[in-house]
């Protein structure tokens, strides 16, 4: 029988930059200007709700401006043509747009997602895209509390779909980092662990990540111009044709 394979795939802002969307942390390691203990931790939160509701609105509003790109694009092909000949397909990702999913990828979202609100007292998820005022809050729907949060992991909280993201890091044959920067765990882990358990490595990032090794195959540049090309090579070492 022919052999299967594998193909993880773990994405981070590298691929959302190239579409206009900002990076909240600076070098400085201010999101925005402001904190992170202020605007992305849970006492955060409860010490300032309005701060932080008006900085998470705001990067909703953003996403209003932004299209995907070539990179998420190629992503969608790509998956589409592995799972024609047999092979399987994992999307992961880090970043908190919508941008997969608009380009009609199937994601796992680690950290959560913008366009989704969370009930803090009945833990109802609302997809909302319609209510992006920075001063007002929007209601839960399920049980009119009066304050839904943003449905996003904070620093301190505990990453969404962690055992899917384990079993698929057990099983795969490649993985491809794209525009990652190798300090934020435990997706920072994820490509040591793939490389640990013999997968083929691939690397695609503007600048050479923290957790990048000799052993991967490294592609230094810009997501939307370097992706579609290095899918292309991972296509062709599995043996699919991209066309």
């Known amino acids: 029988m022919p052999t299967t394979h594998h193909v993880l795939v773990l994405t981070g802002a590298g691929i959302s930059a190239d579409s206009g969307v900002r990076t909240f942390r600076d070098a400085g390691g201010l999101w925005e200007g402001h904190a992170v203990e202020d605007v992305a931790t849970p006492e955060g939160w409860e010490r300032d709700p309005r701060l932080v509701w008006r900085f998470y609105q705001q990067r909703r509003a953003q996403l209003r401006t932004v299209q995907p790109n070539a990179a998420h694009r190629a992503l969608v092909t790509f998956a589409d043509a592995l799972r024609q000949h047999g092979h399987t397909f994992t999307l992961v990702t880090q970043n908190v747009d919508d941008l997969h ?5 199937e994601v796992l979202h680690m950290h959560g997602e913008l366009q989704r609100l969370r009930c803090e007292r ?9 209510h992006v005022d920075p001063g007002r809050f929007v209601p839960c729907p399920e049980c009119e509390h009066p304050r839904l949060r943003p449905h996003i992991v904070w620093f301190g909280e505990m990453p969404f779909h962690l055992p899917a993201i384990d079993r698929a890091l057990r099983t795969c044959t490649h993985f491809v980092a794209i525009g990652t920067s190798g300090k934020v765990y435990p997706a920072a882990a994820m490509l040591q662990q793939a490389r640990a358990d013999g997968a083929i490595t691939w690397v695609q990032s503007l600048e050479p990540p923290d957790n990048l090794d000799g052993r991967d195959q490294y592609r230094q540049g810009r997501a939307a111009e370097v992706v579609p090309v290095l899918l292309r090579e991972v296509a062709a070492a599995i043996g699919v044709s991209l066309a």
């Open 101 to 105: 999913d608009r380009a009609g990828g």
């Open 122 to 130: 009945c833990a109802a998820v609302v997809h909302d895209t319609l």
